[in-house]
């Protein structure tokens, strides 16, 4: 079958500033929370041991990123600003930061590239952290003073921010397990529970700022970055209501307060985590309440949503157990992996193309079709794959899911396919590659390679179809649950 795309339908490529730009220390930037965790000794418990000191060197080879874009067709280009680039300590700018991003965002349009421009991916200041980082509630002010800094700067050129990417890892396994920068493990989840609502009142206030001091002047739109992967009944008699909580415990937690018609936190999930700290003995919720006020300023405070999307899962209740992995323990879901699923380099990406359509769909049908955009989906492999096959397939697999969700209804704008470059990809260090242009870390000129997906997509961009069959996007088959 032949699945189409229209022709307002963007292509292009994400990266992120960590990942990407190295320069780590360089023109006035300050360590970051990743710069704090990958030069941790005697071991920074990264896979290869590396870091993202150097990595593709796009502080310094930005035309060769921007060249390989052109040469993949690619029109849109989501790139992170570094927050320890373009603030000093004392909240002053750092101008040589500042001067970066210009020449990138102005060099990305001379050549019909769009930006689309993440204000935080995972990169937080290390002197923020020093008191508290996300889990203190002084977070909200001074990321209101870095979104001011980033819309007054670029504003004038960018109109597509994304606000965060995905709070539900840099949260969960920052805060809550120790497996992401910066390393804390929290008991019952508090730590990512805080993390998250900060992060939610920090978006939110970024939002209502750019509609106050910018939007008449610079017509913008201002979004979110989430991720999630769709769930599936684990077995025929999983109750549809555990997959449910499966995904409002897990997206929920952040689409609810912003594109539902109620706002705040999903009922579920106030429900559980109330009724499970007085169970504990607590004299209050671990879960924070927004005020009246807080509940309005986040309703509605995105123009669209941005989607990362890679892989899905089957789910099946669990009892509560607080010596278990702690997003499960609140929301009693469990989630599996169906074994017959091709699975990446990355153990944890499956590819089920299906649950992109599922959940573009669920999102359509829950929050009265907002606009989205793909914001990542990609496939890894290992380093200097060059005829990447598998990673073609998936995205053949994943654009026909889109073009079929699309065809039904959903308001999916574009993709920004993960990543333009092979990069830093956080504690798996080199190991997972996942970008369409193959770097060798051994070459001082970090020369972008195109892997033959770069051809495949060409060939996307050109013709707006993609072939697939149905019977390769719906791979979701209802399998017997686990031993527990
Ligand atoms: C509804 C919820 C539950 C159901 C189902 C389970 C979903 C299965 C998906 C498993 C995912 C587990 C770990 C998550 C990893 C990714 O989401 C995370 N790595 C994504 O981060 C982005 O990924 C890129 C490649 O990893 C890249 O590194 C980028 O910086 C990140 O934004």
């Known amino acids: 079958e032949t699945f189409t795309f229209p022709n307002s339908f963007i292509f292009g490529a994400a990266t ?7 320069a780590w220390n360089v023109d006035g930037k300050l360590p970051s929370i990743w710069d704090t965790a990958t030069h941790r000794q005697p071991s920074n418990d990264v896979f290869d041991g590396l870091t993202g000191d150097e ?57 019909g590239i769009t930006p689309m421009v993440t204000l935080y991916h995972w990169d937080l200041p290390q002197y923020l952290q020093d008191i508290g980082g996300w ?38 396994h920052g805060h809550n397990y120790a497996e992401h920068a910066p390393h804390i493990w929290t008991y019952d989840s508090v730590g990512g529970i805080l993390c998250s609502h900060h992060v939610l009142l920090s978006h939110a206030r970024a939002y209502r700022l750019y509609q106050e001091k910018y939007l008449a002047a610079q017509n913008g739109k201002v979004g979110i970055c989430l991720n999630t992967g769709f769930s599936y009944r684990g077995n025929g008699s999983v109750p549809q209501d555990t997959v449910e909580r499966a995904i409002q415990f897990y997206f929920g937690r952040y ?8 706002g705040d936190y999903p009922q579920v999930m106030r429900d559980a985590i109330d009724q499970k700290s007085k169970q504990q003995g607590r004299s209050f919720s671990r879960l924070p309440t927004f005020t009246a006020e807080e509940v309005q ?10 989607l990362n999307y890679y892989s899905s899962g089957m789910v099946y209740p669990i009892s509560f157990d607080p010596t278990i992995d702690p997003v499960h323990h609140d929301s009693e879901v469990a989630g599996f992996s169906d074994p017959d699923w091709k699975v990446a380099r990355s153990s944890w990406l499956y590819q089920v193309p299906q649950g992109l359509y599922d959940l573009l769909n669920w999102i ?15 496939w890894s492999d290992a380093p200097l794959t060059i005829e990447d096959h598998d990673r073609i397939e998936y995205m053949r697999l994943h ?3 889109i073009s079929k969700a699309i065809t039904d209804g959903c308001n999916v704008l574009g993709i920004t396919v993960w990543s333009l470059v092979d990069n830093f990809e956080w504690m798996r260090g080199y190991d997972e590659r996942f970008g369409i242009y193959a770097i060798d870390l051994n070459d001082p000129d970090r020369n972008r390679t195109p892997k ?33």
């Open 16 to 22: 992120a500033s960590y990942q990407i730009e190295g």
């Open 55 to 111: 990595a593709a060197l796009s502080y310094y080879y930005w035309q060769k990123d921007i060249e390989a874009l052109k040469n993949a067709n690619l029109t849109m280009y989501r790139f992170s600003i570094a927050w320890t680039r373009v603030l000093t300590k004392n909240q002053q700018v750092n101008q040589k930061g500042i001067d970066y991003y210009n020449t990138l965002i102005n060099d990305l349009i001379a050549e």
């Open 297 to 306: 300023m986040l309703k509605g405070s995105a123009d669209f949503l941005a």
């Open 399 to 401: 654009l026909a899911a």
């Open 255 to 262: 689409t609810n307060p912003i594109f539902s018609e109620t």
């Open 135 to 172: 889990m203190n509630s002084e977070i909200v002010k001074y990321y209101e003073v870095y979104a001011d800094l980033v819309f007054k700067s670029f504003g004038d050129r960018v109109k597509i921010f994304i606000t965060f990417n995905e709070p539900s890892v840099f949260c969960d």
């Open 452 to 484: 033959k997906s770069v051809s495949y997509l060409r060939n996307v961009t050109n013709s707006r179809t993609v072939e697939a069959e149905n019977d390769e996007i719906f791979v979701v088959k209802v399998y017997p649950m686990p031993a527990e």
């Open 364 to 378: 359509r049908t829950k929050y009265n079709n907002p606009d989205v955009y793909i914001s990542e989906n990609g």
